[in-house]
């Protein structure tokens, strides 16, 4: 009998025993012959011969950072092998593919993951292939861990050493490549440690894994308990008749059974256990190695498949299925049998799995539409589940766009990770704006990367909120992040603990099975309603804010560029092209990449990719306008593509010398201020094309001497370093500041997490400002009929910005047009504004809506929401005023009382030594307004802000109109656009302030007819109706329509 006091030394006795057992698996072993290729970039299996290959061995060195090169082994089994099993042991201390001498991928490989001391390094040879004593392998390897290289925790920035052909360069923007050695960015070594034929010792492995899971429960049941006291006695005892002696190891299981049968206790629930392989799209990897790593990791599931029928894997995200389509055809070919079987499930309707704070609303829209298209196109499955669990933060209008687009069900853990305080459920309604709920899991184990261990088992039982009410949970099992998903280990424990006393029974499933059998409870659920805020990463609100600038850009471009294609014949609508763009902006919106969490190299290619489909765009709509428009010097079209009136100052193009008169004759106001910026002021009509001819009505701009910015209904007053002192409201007479207040502070603060440098800030970050922005010059660059703007020139730490304010002689919008030369290191840049509102809640812009937020901290959760995403606005309103504060691409927000607080740039130095590091650009407006936000025009300001007219040097071939007219104050057109599948064109509505809102849809052409339709485009409802239609919308309502030939 074991007492008490010596459980601890029987305990260390036992995981003695287990490590020695483990290394005995795998016996004798016979080197195989190596020949590698060595390239700086991956090469297809079908040009692997066309490189030189030389004579390798263990413990040889194959390459560096971020290499790739092809392996052929070649190897003899020993005949007294012939009636075992053998292993191909290889290990490239990377990440690996193994072929078959055909080209088919077989199984990945993995020398690690950061979740424990799992690896990948055994290839199972198949019975096939032993019956031919002769093998012959082919592997392709990696130069970089399953996480990424080897990465200083917290580099130097912006000194980059770069090693080239013995000679070194100084640079402070180093173009990274495979290969580099750049020490800030991090190092690699690809080594030979193993690469051998093994005998594998299958009753050693099993022996091992009944004393694995055993072992585990210790650690899992109360130690008072019987149950603890027969298991620690059982596996001393084995460890006793070893003896060291594998002809015992029959004996040792037999003693271990009684064990592992008895059976779990009646009321103990059911594990519903996915296999799972989280890829991030992007992270501390290039895209172009998640195209590999998606490979890997679906061959071994695969291969494991064929092992254990009862296992079932999962994954998510249509880009990675697409990769391996592109790249790996009979890779894909195989998951096509295995889904068609019911063994693979396609999860999550989402092309990847996006951020979902910083993408708009019609981003999300795309989401689901190219990746619920791509499932039913490739497999003719209806995915109905969003499955993103690791993004940071969830909106509210996610439920309505969700279910829309018929995705009824939503999982996600990463709420667990809140900085403050607790997630009260685990399954529940999430109700979001409009008043839409979807079915809500949060597997409570709070992970996507179980390894299905015992002491894993119980804390999801643990951890289970609704175990009340509901008799199963869902578990996901499997390496994630780097990709790999569950090893045999995993499988077999799970299949150890079925039905195990001490844990939860264990049921290998499907996710959209588990969802429908949960469904029919939903009435005995708790309810969530609004976002799901989390309670960290809030730096990444701003993080890498080019990669956010440019996201922001090309979604407004996108948007411009269908609505102008609207205009013209469908037959000739660029479909596959704009498909493309889009598909482009998707993947950049994945939840490490525009967030900002990613690795230096990433956002090369981001930047790169974003550019493109910017001039593609631009392309585009110049050849529509061909089409439509003839070309005239002395002509300008503006189309507005809003449903709102346009009334802002416009750049005019380069080569325009004059002024500019519409075609009744009447003269629109030009200026041309001292720097030779030329502008006017031009009013259009909701949806309005308009087209003005050259006059010589134009007028220079007076200087001033006052730091003074005044029309006839505000004054703005500063001081010379650019600060607001003074801002009073003609109107009213009321200060828009607080009294004694100073606004737009550009401030810098120290920023330096205690975790997570680029996705965290904390809110320690208010008591460490480090200093404010001072002037060294400013001038007047005078005012005229069209503006008048102020421009100072700033420093800050080692930055410089460059800041032109303006007022348009028709608004109280004060505009801040920003350059700035970032230059920091672990500092912060915001501005701020004390507004003269007393108000206890802020409204901020999301996705198709806008919420209400505390700007008190009363309470934890309010304390937590010390910064929070908010889009193209945030306002403080009272029942009389408001103030709002817009931009062209910012999101990090700090609302505090009466604060506007704008988060403008960071600097972390980890993952990207170089994140931010030169020059950005980017506006924001301090827009008062003499009513509350609901009676603003707050909404179409920021409208206007994000999207300016399209300007087409030239007048229509023929008359032009929209082919719909959207007629409503408090609607808005969102998109017009050709239908994914139809010769049709689709238009989306969306009610915006958050109140029941009239809207008539006009057609232009009586032989078209609108038909409602879903987000999807798949199925219609109601009757055709021509001419014009009357609707009224729920608050937040969407609402999608197909505009179709009449019959």
Known sequence: MILEVQRKLYRAKVQQFMDRLEQRILADHVILEGRFAKSKDPIPFQQRLDLEYQAIQEGEEWGQTWDSAWFHLLGKIPEDWANGEVVAHLDFNGEALVFSPEGIPLQGLTNGSVFGRITRHNFRLAAPVLKNPQIELWVEAAANSIMGIHRPRDPERGKNTIEASGNQVASTAATLRPGDTISRHGSYRGIVNRMRLARFKRDLYDFWLDMEVLNGLLDSVPDSSTRYARILEGLVKVTNIFKDAEANVGQCREMLQPL?????????????????????????????????????????????????????????????????????????????EAVAGGRWELQGGMWIEPDCNLISGESMVRQILHGKNFYMDEFEVDVNNCWIP??????????????????????????????????????????????????????????????????????????????????????????????????????????????????????????????????????????????????LHRGTLTTQARTKRNNRMLEQSLRATEYLLSLGSLKDYPQQELDKIWKTLLINQFHDILPGSSIHWVYEVTEREHQDALETCERLRSESAEQLFDQDKYAITLINTLNVAYERQIELPENWKGGLQDEDGNDHPVQQDTDGKLSALVRLAPQEIKTLRLSN??????????????????????????????????????????????????????????????????????????????????????????????????????????????????????????????????????????????????????????????????TTWDMARFEVAAQKYVDLSDHQKGVALLNDCKYGHKLHENILDLHL???????????????????????????????????????????????????????????????????????????????????????????????????????????????????????????????????????????????
């Open 697 to 858: 009505a134009t007028q220079q701009t007076k200087k001033a001497d006052a730091l003074i910015l005044e029309n006839q209904l505000v004054r703005y007053e500063f001081n010379q370093h650019a600060q607001l002192v003074a801002a009073l409201d003609l109107e009213t007479g009321e200060s828009i500041l607080a009294d004694g207040a100073v606004g737009n502070v550009l401030t810098l603060y120290e920023d330096r997490p205690h975790n997570w440098d680029a996705w965290e800030i904390d809110i320690s970050y208010e008591d460490m400002v480090v200093e404010t922005a001072e002037s060294h010059a400013w001038q007047s660059l005078g005012a005229g009929p069209v503006s008048q703007s102020l421009l100072f020139k700033l420093k800050i730490g080692n930055s410089r910005i460059d800041q032109r304010i303006t007022l348009q002689t028709n608004s109280k919008a004060l505009e801040f047009d920003t350059k700035v030369d970032w230059q920091e290191c672990h500092r912060m840049l915001r501005t701020s504004f004390p507004v003269n509102v007393q108000t206890d809640y802020a409204t901020c812009d999301i996705q198709y809506g806008h919420v209400q937020r505390p700007t008190h901290r009363n």
């Open 260 to 336: 592992l049968q008895q059976s779990a206790n009646a009321s103990a629930p059911t594990i519903n256990a996915v296999g799972h392989a989280h890829i991030d799209t992007g992270w501390l990897w290039p895209v172009r190695e998640t195209i590999r790593k998606s490979a890997r990791t679906f061959a071994s599931q695969l291969d494991l498949m064929e092992t254990y029928p009862e296992y079932v894997f999962g994954a998510s995200q249509p880009q990675h299925y697409q990769f391996v389509k592109d790249h790996y055809p009979e890779l894909y070919e195989k998951i096509r």
């Open 905 to 1047: 740039l960071r600097a972390p130095t980890h993952p990207d030594p170089d994140a931010d590091l030169g020059n950005h650009q980017f506006c924001y407006v301090l827009y008062p307004h003499n009513s509350p936000f609901q009676q603003s025009d707050v909404i179409e300001q920021a409208q206007q802000l994000n999207q300016a007219p399209l300007s087409i040097q030239g007048k229509p071939i023929s008359p032009i109109q929209p082919p719909v007219i959207v007629e409503s104050s408090d609607v808005g057109l969102e998109v017009l656009k050709k239908a994914e599948k139809e010769n049709c064109l689709v238009l989306r509505v969306v009610e915006r302030k958050g109140r029941k809102s009239e809207a008539t849809i006009r057609l232009t052409d009586s032989n078209q007819n609108l038909k409602s339709t879903d987000l999807m485009e798949w199925n219609d409802s109601g009757e055709a109706v021509g001419g014009e239609l009357k609707l009224t919308l729920k608050p937040f309502e969407i609402m999608t329509f197909k505009i179709t030939q009449s019959s």
């Open 390 to 535: 690791d993004v940071f933060g969830y909106s509210a209008s996610m439920p309505q766009i969700l279910k829309l687009g018929g995705l009824e069900h939503f999982l996600t853990q990463k709420m667990s990770w809140s900085q403050f305080n607790r997630f009260p459920y685990s399954t529940f309604l999430w109700r979001g704006i409009d008043g839409t709920e979807v079915l809500t899991h949060f597997p409570p184990e709070d992970t996507y990367n179980s390894q299905l261990q015992p002491y894993d088992l119980q804390k999801t039982e643990r951890n289970f909120v609704e175990k009340g009410v509901l008799d199963e949970m869902m578990c996901l099992f499997g390496v994630g992040d780097g990709g790999g998903g569950p090893t045999a280990e995993m499988i077999e424990r799970g299949l150890r603990q079925k039905n195990l006393e001490g844990v939860p029974r264990v049921s290998f499933g499907r996710a959209d099975q588990f969802f429908e059998r949960i469904s029919e409870k939903t009435e005995e659920l708790p309810v969530w309603s609004g976002e799901l805020y989390l309670e």
